[in-house]
């Protein structure tokens, strides 16, 4: 594959020096170069035979329990030893640079705020958070360490409880407030930013639409096109961590500052 170009488009680069209500939306593809497979790669090794889709629903955790939790135990330590990248990063240093910004993610890794993302709305939850399956009221982790040897381990919060990542899974509502967070930012946006998403999954993927109907421009990171990519102003061919942290240089020079 050529390697992406590298030169931002003049009307972009205009666009977004005006811009004063920016959302960015990210999917799987922004953790990428972080070493974490996207859902529509193929899962590696042992995971490689399961589908995501059936092992992240309450289907797949009522039909086997301890498959699940391991799936969500080898995730939670691939993100343990993983680190964000430059482009969660850029995404960071971009928000200090707009008068609004606002950032929605479809991840559950937690990389954007350990990149120094602050108000991040998590539309599918948080994979190093834990809750009871019954309640759904936290798990302490000093719990979880006494109980390491089970898969899952019991719920401390309800006798037929168990434990479960704290995420959406597939069938499941996201939390109301947090949606509709994001889809009051995205029809407020004058620019949205689309990173490593195939725009597949919903309600997120609704979002830049919302926002174009409001009057937003979008730009589409992706090395792929997708359906979000054929709706957007721009689409950047390539990695988010080759381009965010080119939208962010480009901000810095325009309001003379470096990122
Ligand atoms: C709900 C947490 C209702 C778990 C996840 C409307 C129409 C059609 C279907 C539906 C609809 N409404 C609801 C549905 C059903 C379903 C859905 O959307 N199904 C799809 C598959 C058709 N949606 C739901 O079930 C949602 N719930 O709507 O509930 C409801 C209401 C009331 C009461 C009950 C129910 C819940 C969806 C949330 C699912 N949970 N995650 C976990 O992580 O384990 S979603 C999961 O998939 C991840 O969060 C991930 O982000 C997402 C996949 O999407 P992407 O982020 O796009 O990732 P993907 O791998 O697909 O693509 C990666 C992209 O990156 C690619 O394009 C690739 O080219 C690109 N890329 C690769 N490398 C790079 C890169 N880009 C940039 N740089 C790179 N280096």
Known sequence: MA?????????LVQTLGQAKRVVALTGAGVSAESGIPTFREAQRGLWAQ???????????????????WDWYQWRRELIGNSLPNPGHHA???????????????????GFHQLAGS?????????????ICSRTRKIVDPDWLARHAGQHPPPSPHHPDGLCRPDVVWFGEALDERVLSQ?????????????????????????LPALAAEHGARTIDINPEATAISRLADWHLSGPSAHWLPRLAAALADQNGSSP
């Open 3 to 11: 390697p992406p170009a590298t030169a931002l488009p003049d009307d």
């Open 50 to 68: 399961f589908d995501p889709m059936a092992l992240a629903s309450p289907e797949g955790f009522a039909a086997d329990p301890a498959r699940v």
């Open 91 to 109: 995404l960071a240093e971009l928000a200090g640079m707009v008068d609004r910004f606002c950032l929605i993610t479809q991840n559950v890794d």
């Open 118 to 130: 602050t108000n991040v709305l998590e539309l599918h939850g948080n994979i190093t958070r834990t």
């Open 182 to 206: 994001a889809m009051q930012a995205a029809s407020q946006a004058d620019l949205m930013i689309v990173a490593g998403t195939a725009g597949a999954v919903y309600p997120a993927a609704g």
